[in-house]
């Protein structure tokens, strides 16, 4: 009997152990999605002017922040249900989880170089196609709504509006003030937009990268608490049938 309430007594703290587990992989889920959807909506005109691989390094982190969050979720009742089965695959799955969250942590740091060079190469073939004043132009209006958020004008400065072949007027969205005279470099924003969004690139990409990999070893710690209490339960299981 006291051996019989001993392995209760350990199936009911692995339990609850797992069920604090399992909240707080759901919060790091909801962090990964978060910080996903903020980047997406941060960087949105940077995003449709750059590469496709830049909307889908952003899609992909928020999309298993999403998944994280689900099973975190289903997760709780697997606990809560006590099936070893199903709390091995669960073991199994947060095994999955940890790798994908490592490689994805990793490939967004590492692409980071190549989000950069398209974003450079798109915004100058975007400036190349600018038509102001077009309504239906989606791309005009991405560089425009970049500039006037970003407080930025051009690539790497408000000049290569004037370097193209043939050179192109100095964009109203280039403006300090609602209306100004483009012309007056006081009254415009010199710096180039590329760098600006290099700057916040460098500073929030760690994150982004810290977050995925650092949260990539927490799963691990389910996995153990997974496997502990299907084993527990199967123990248990076998002294009451014997």
């Known amino acids: 009997m006291t051996k019989r309430l001993e392995t209760v007594a350990t199936m009911t703290c692995m339990k609850t152990l797992l069920m604090l587990f399992n909240f707080v992989f759901w919060v790091s889920g909801m962090l990964m999605l978060c910080i996903g959807i903020w980047m997406r909506i941060q960087l949105r005109d940077y995003v449709n002017l750059s590469a496709e691989g830049s909307s889908a390094a952003l899609l992909a982190l928020s999309s298993l922040g999403s998944v994280l969050a689900l099973a975190a979720t289903l997760a709780c009742c697997c606990t809560a249900r006590g099936h070893p089965a199903l709390l091995y695959l669960y073991g199994a799955f947060l095994a999955v989880v940890a790798l994908l969250e490592l490689g994805a942590g990793a490939s967004v740091y590492a692409y980071r170089t190549s989000l950069n060079e398209g974003f450079d190469q798109s915004l100058n073939q975007s400036m190349a196609a600018y038509r102001p004043g077009q309504d239906n132009d989606a ?36 403006c300090k003030v609602s209306k100004c005279d483009p012309n007056n470099v006081d009254q415009i924003f010199t710096e180039g937009c590329y760098n ?10 760690g994150l982004v990268a810290g977050t995925a990999i650092g949260v990539a070893f927490f799963p691990l710690v389910g996995v153990f608490l997974a496997c502990c209490l299907a084993s527990n339960i199967n123990k248990a299981e076998y002294e009451q049938v014997a």
């Open 196 to 205: 600006r969004v290099l700057d916040f690139l460098n500073a929030n990409i």
């Open 139 to 174: 791309m005009s209006g991405h560089i425009d709504s970049m500039q006037s958020t970003l407080h930025c004008c051009g690539n790497r400065g408000y000049a290569d509006w004037l370097r193209m072949y043939p050179p192109k007027e100095i964009p109203q969205s280039c």
